[in-house]
């Protein structure tokens, strides 16, 4: 019964995310489990990167803060989501996670609540941006996958997870971004 479960709820997921039309039209909810969806920076450029607390990758977190400081005037938004589909990397609940991002690496930038980015749960949002339509298809691999959406919503890059938010083919992109109106 539980797979029949998971089926459906993934089903009605991926038939959410069609229905929304834009990626930023995606029902989300924040770290606090508000409503609310990349609308909420519509006209501002967005990486989208999934996180996890207790990953080899989780150091990435201090340059995910650098560089959001550094182009968040000129309209950049670092939006992170909490994943535990690698290997448990991310199991501790909401508030665990906001201590966690805001003590050991001083994080500001938007959280959202723990998603799935992968399997038969994945969510929307990562239904668009990596299913067989998407602009850059393709399974999430790891944590730390970051994707760069555009001003008006567009996907505009993707990069892997070893790539670093502060590496000069990421920052390039952010800054190609920043420059479209």
């Not at 450029?45 to 990435?60: R, W």
């Not at 003590?103 to 969510?123: A, C, D, I, N, R």
């Not at 339509?133 to 393709?138: E, H, L, Q, V, Y």
């Not at 996958?145 to 590496?167: C, M, S, W």
Request: aromatic share 10%; proline share 6%.
């Amino acid at each position: 019964m539980k797979p029949l479960k998971s089926f459906a709820a993934g089903l009605l997921l991926a038939m959410t995310a069609f229905a929304a039309g834009s990626i930023q039209d995606i029902a989300l909810k924040d770290i606090d489990g508000k409503p609310t969806s990349l609308k909420a920076y519509q006209g501002k450029v967005v990486l989208v990167v999934n996180v996890a607390s207790k990953c080899g990758l989780t150091p990435q977190y201090e340059a995910l803060e650098s560089v959001y400081k550094k182009y968040q005037k000129q309209g950049l938004v670092v939006v992170g989501f909490p994943c535990n589909d690698f290997n448990g990397q991310e199991p501790g609940s909401a508030e665990e996670i906001k201590t966690f991002c805001s003590t050991k690496y001083s994080v500001t930038f938007p959280l959202m609540s723990k998603l799935h980015v992968k399997g038969p749960e994945q969510h929307p949002l990562y239904t668009s941006l990596t299913g067989k339509d998407a602009k850059f298809p393709g399974d999430i691999e790891w944590n730390f996958g970051k994707f760069i959406v555009g001003r008006n919503g567009e996907v505009l890059a993707r990069f892997k997870p070893q790539t670093k938010p502060d590496d000069a083919s990421v920052t390039s992109a952010i800054e190609e971004a920043l420059k479209a109106k």
